[in-house]
């Protein structure tokens, strides 16, 4: 049974620092792409940072390059997502989820389909 669990959230100054992690339950990364997607209130949800579990390739939403760095542990059963410099912008609920088969171009939340439980991100300015 496939599960991801996603924890690190809270609150944040402006500036700030803070690390998500997503574990999974069942199996491990490898031959999945893994992502951390987030919905702000009002918004749709977006992609944020994906990973290959393979190959280790990553994708960045325009936004958040050079601020965030996604990343895979050697077990490969968690991938973390370093966020620095956060904005009030980047408030929002994060999900992780996870999808077979190989990282695509873009980090689109419908070609995922293992989804782990939100984790909010408050940035307060």
């Known amino acids: 049974d496939v599960q991801l669990q996603a924890s690190g959230g809270g609150l944040v100054q402006a500036g700030g620092s803070m690390r998500l992690s997503c574990v999974a339950s069942?199996?491990?990364?490898?031959?999945?792409?893994i992502g951390w997607f987030r919905q702000a209130p009002g918004k749709e949800r977006e992609g944020v940072s994906c990973?290959?579990?393979?190959?280790?390739?990553?994708y960045y939403q325009d936004s958040v390059k050079g601020r965030f760095t996604i990343s895979e542990d050697n077990a490969k059963t968690t991938v973390y997502l370093q966020m620095n410099s956060l904005e009030s912008e980047d408030t929002a609920v994060y999900y992780c989820?996870?999808?077979?088969?190989?990282?695509?171009?873009?980090?689109?939340?419908?070609?995922?389909?293992?989804w782990g439980q939100g984790t909010l991100v408050t940035v307060s300015s």
């Open positions: 989820a996870a999808k077979l088969g190989p990282l695509l171009r873009k980090c689109s939340p419908g070609a995922y389909n293992y």
């Open positions: 990973i290959s579990g393979s190959d280790l390739m990553t």
């Open positions: 069942g199996f491990t990364f490898d031959g999945y792409a």
